[in-house]
């Protein structure tokens, strides 16, 4: 087992061995000795010292050597030596947004001469939250207030979280009101009502539905905070 990069990398593959003991497998000291040599990087180490150290771990060592050596060139082209070589590898990681995730990458190089290297790479990517976005709640306080001849409304935002939504409708004396609440938001909502009591969610008291919490009636209004959800409320 080679570990490359971040501490994160030493602490998975210390994880990788103490898992491989369990299910049977043998450690070696020697890489001569090893049926299989596990390379644990990630895509952000440093090139000069994943190249240095790949390169001489896999040109001089183990079963791997002889592979290395039909990655890489010999032949002269335009009078320099021809120098190729192919980094495979992969992340293997479980987070709490989008579940385990595979992220394959491989890159190659070739070098006309000593002091050129020409190189590609290709990789897949997860994203995660950024810390920002994380830490940082977003409280959004709708309040509909229907009246006059104006008989609904309707309203978004489309905000780092996601979609932010908002639809009122009076109709037969009762008042019908639909939001959707991104996640890592709260809202606070100001609904119309009689009293807490003639307030519903989907069908259901108020008081059975799940992200809804009841604070205080004032001045004619329910007043509620809403976790991340979507919800309906009929209220009269």
Not at 29 to 51: H, L, M, W, Y
Request: charge should be negative; glycine fraction near 8%; hydrophobic fraction near 35%.
């Amino acid at each position: 087992m080679v570990s490359l990069g971040c501490p994160k990398n030493l602490v998975d593959g210390e994880v990788m061995l103490g898992q491989l003991k369990q299910t049977g497998h043998r450690i070696v000291a020697s890489p001569g000795d090893a049926d299989v040599i596990v390379v644990n990087t990630c895509a952000f180490i440093d090139r000069a010292k994943q190249e240095a150290f790949l390169k001489a771990y896999l040109q001089h060592h183990g079963p791997l050597a002889d592979f290395w050596q039909e990655l890489s060139g010999d032949d002269e082209l335009g009078g320099y030596e021809n120098d190729l070589r192919l980094t495979l590898g992969s992340k293997f990681e479980h987070n709490d947004f989008s579940g385990f995730e595979i992220q394959p990458n491989a890159r190659i190089a070739w070098s006309p001469d000593e002091a050129h290297t020409i190189w590609g790479a290709i990789s897949r990517a997860a994203r995660t939250p950024a810390r920002g976005e994380q830490d940082v709640l977003l409280r959004i306080q709708p309040e509909p207030d229907p009246g006059g001849e104006m008989k609904w409304a309707e309203g978004w935002y489309d905000c780092m979280y996601g979609r932010i939504y908002s639809r009122w409708e009076s109709r037969d004396n009762q008042l019908v009101y639909e939001a959707n609440v991104p996640s890592n938001t709260t809202a606070t909502l100001y609904l119309p009502a009689s009293s807490e009591n003639d307030v519903r969610e989907n069908g259901h008291p108020v008081n059975e539905a799940e992200g809804i919490k009841f604070i205080r009636f004032e001045n004619g209004k329910a007043v509620y905070t809403l976790q991340s959800g979507n919800y309906r409320f009929e209220a009269r």
